[in-house]
């Protein structure tokens, strides 16, 4: 797959993994791994780069002992999954056209 889109399908998709509750690094990949294969480095790639784009906020809470760093969509981040929607629809229809076989061109 191209590494361009991959990139923006995954990009997509950790804002789907936060977009109904805020969330932290392992529970995303936990949400994401039916779907997708995250590793934890590709995982916080991601994440600085929606932060960096404004997508996403970031902060820290104690739990356990420990600091975790959560992290919540904001309405960038839920413009781009609403505009993801729309490029999808374009994506299917030029995948139907590659993968039509045999069919009368005429």
Request: glycine share 6%; proline share 1%; aromatic share 10%.
């Amino acid at each position: 797959m191209d590494s361009q889109l991959k990139r923006g399908l995954l990009d997509v998709c950790v804002l789907a993994a936060i977009r109904d509750e805020d969330s932290y690094g392992y529970k995303i990949i936990k949400d994401v791994k039916p779907y997708i294969k995250l590793s934890e480095s590709t995982l916080y790639t991601i994440l600085k780069r929606l932060e960096a784009a404004g997508m996403l906020t970031v902060w820290s809470a104690e739990h356990g002992g420990r600091l975790r760093k959560y992290y919540r969509i904001t309405d960038a981040g839920r413009l781009r999954i609403e505009e993801f929607k729309n490029e999808w629809k374009e994506v299917m229809s030029i995948y139907q056209f590659v993968i039509r076989e045999g069919e009368d061109n005429e």
